[in-house]
Nanobody, 125 residues
């Protein structure tokens, strides 16, 4: 069992940067792929980024590619999402997720084994 707690959300101006953190607990953490998803008001939850358990492989949604960076610090049991060049379209609740194997919608990760409670990111225009 894995517990995930997100932090780092808040209000940021367009063009600014923010770093989200996901603190994980549980002995299965190192064997889990990790990812970030987000859900804007009135929209479905969407994939943002993922990282393999070793940190060797990453994947990004096209909408954030080149702007967001996912990283993992296993000794600290923490996954990060560095968000740069933020735009109002990035406003959403961001959720951390962990999975032994992602469930896919098409070729995009969509379901996970564990989810955090989410942290809200608001980008002002």
């Amino acid at each position: 069992q894995v517990q995930l707690v997100e932090s780092g959300g808040g209000l940021v101006q367009a063009g600014g940067s923010l770093r989200l953190s996901c603190a994980a607990s549980g002995r299965t953490f190192v064997s889990s792929a990790m990812g970030w998803f987000r859900q804007a008001p009135g929209k479905e939850r969407e994939f943002v980024a993922s990282i393999s358990w070793s940190g060797g492989r990453t994947r990004y949604a096209d909408s954030v590619k080149g702007r967001f960076t996912i990283s993992r610090d296993n000794p600290k049991n923490t996954v990060y999402l560095h968000m740069n060049s933020l735009a109002p379209e990035d406003t959403a609740v961001y959720y951390c997720a962990a999975a032994l194997q992602w469930g896919y919608s098409g070729n995009v990760p969509a379901s996970a084994d564990y989810w955090g409670q989410g942290t809200r990111v608001t980008v002002s225009s």
